[in-house]
């Protein structure tokens, strides 16, 4: 059987043949924890494909179908692994083949495909859609409907889908209502390429302009590269690893490979993707070694304050705040802790830590509308040690996240504010008097 899925299942041939079975994967798999289910856990979900590599399963099998959509491919399975299996790139080969199957999916599968390939592959499209989203909800729009219980009539998935958008709009401290200018006294020594990220751009533009003003601040030239576009996470994570290579290969020609500018994110999952362009492309004899390259100068704004330094701003007048870490910057990136360096440069700030800050809120792309009981069970856990916590803020690295968390918080009816460590470290820094006030285009 020729297919991606016996590709990578070849490569990873020694890996998966060193496993002991010792079972460590399952107690960090969130969905096993959720359901008991073996074939809801790495484990369980490695022998489903082998099995359709083997021939013994086919490839549109109910069994095959389910348990692999059910997975949020959040990779904690990864760092507890001993044997180093490379699980989240066997997850995308594993659905790439349900993608390229015969099976009769389902409207929302469907959906999801015609999206992926006729909205998110085309900028001006994608530009349009988020343009709707935010007039939704800043006219308060997304919000009636949500309250008003009338998206509720429709489905869950609507309802849910509403919360999540108006979940990114800016609160208290992280108003955007202001457009301030870094103090051009410090001296930029070094240059940084923002990858602006298509939802972030779109529905938490004010994470990128404080991420801006912040490498500013800490001695960074920063500049937008205009022809970038998404990063092909969610091609990835849904199979459709033909559209995620379309996308790398334009962000590539944009970013540039000629250079060593480091590239800026400030999303954790598209941070994740952009360092897996060189597996992602690794059998393209043109673009191969150029996504290497590429690769190879991601950073996350955290890592990047750890290069240069992180000068201190002003205290806060803020309650309790806690953290929660991005899994794909803590698996894929492998800089969970870095965004705690922000909030510690904030003074006398009230930072508690979170009980299973490294577990996944359930969000995953889109996974929270594809999956949404499984993926309420998930956050309801996470939710719960939110509470526990007693923080009224709560920082974390990545606009899905942010948004997961935010509409799961309103459901629950907890006042909770969610933002970027960097919008707090934005304040904190304006509140010491380091900007000018005033408006500018920073790129």
Not at 105 to 118: Q, S
Not at 399 to 408: D, E, L, S, V, Y
Request: hydrophobic residues 35%; glycine residues 10%.
């Amino acid at each position: 059987m020729s297919s991606e899925l016996a590709t990578i299942l070849k490569l990873e041939d020694p890996k998966l043949l060193a496993c002991v079975h010792c079972g460590l994967c399952l107690e960090s798999c969130p969905t096993y924890i959720a359901t008991g289910n073996e074939n809801d856990s790495p484990r369980g979900r490695i022998y489903l494909m082998r099995a359709v590599e083997e021939g013994r399963l086919a490839a549109d099998a109910t069994a095959f179908e389910r348990h692999l959509d059910r997975c949020l491919g959040c990779r904690a399975c990864e760092a507890a692994c001993p044997a180093g299996v490379e699980y989240g790139q066997l997850l995308e080969a594993g659905r790439h083949e349900l993608l390229q199957s015969k099976a009769q999916r389902g409207l929302r599968y469907r959906a999801l495909r015609f999206v992926l390939r006729h909205v998110w592959l085309q900028p001006a499209r994608l530009r349009s859609v988020f343009a709707l989203g935010r007039i939704m909800r800043n006219t308060g729009l997304a919000r009636v409907l949500v309250k008003s219980g009338i998206a509720g009539l429709f489905s869950r998935q609507i309802e849910f889908g509403l919360a999540l958008l108006e979940s990114s709009r800016p609160q208290a401290m992280t108003n955007g209502s202001q457009a301030p200018q870094a103090d051009k006294s410090n001296g930029k020594d070094l240059d940084v390429i923002l990858f602006e990220a298509c939802v972030t751009e779109g529905l938490f533009e004010r994470v990128n302009q404080a991420t801006e003003r912040v490498l500013e601040l800490n001695g960074c030239a920063v500049r937008a590269a205009p022809k970038q576009v998404c990063c092909g996470a969610l091609h990835a994570h849904a199979g459709d690893l033909e559209g995620a290579r379309i996308l790398a290969k334009r962000n590539i020609e944009a970013l540039g490979t000629e250079q060593n500018s480091p590239i800026i994110t400030n999303a954790g999952g598209c941070g994740a993707m952009l360092a897996s362009y060189g597996h992602l492309l690794g059998d393209d004899q043109e673009y191969a070694e150029r996504a290497h390259r590429l690769s190879a100068r991601v950073k996350d704004v955290g890592q990047q304050l750890e290069t240069t330094g992180c000068r201190q701003g002003a205290p806060l007048p803020t309650q309790r705040t806690t953290y929660d870490t991005s899994c794909h910057l803590l698996h894929g990136q492998h800089a969970g802790s870095a965004s705690q360096l922000m909030l510690q440069a904030i003074p006398e700030l009230d930072l508690v830590p979170l009980n299973e800050s490294d577990v996944c809120c359930g969000g995953a792309g889109v996974y929270n509308l594809m999956e949404p009981d499984l993926s309420e069970k998930v956050l309801k856990r996470k939710l719960d040690q939110i509470k526990t916590s007693g923080a009224a803020i709560l920082a974390t690295g990545n606009a899905g996240c942010q948004m997961q968390i935010g509409a799961g918080a309103h459901f629950q009816g907890m006042d909770l504010l969610v933002c970027h460590p960097v919008e707090l470290l934005d304040e904190s820094y304006r509140r010491a008097g380091y900007y000018e006030e005033g408006e500018r285009d920073h790129r």
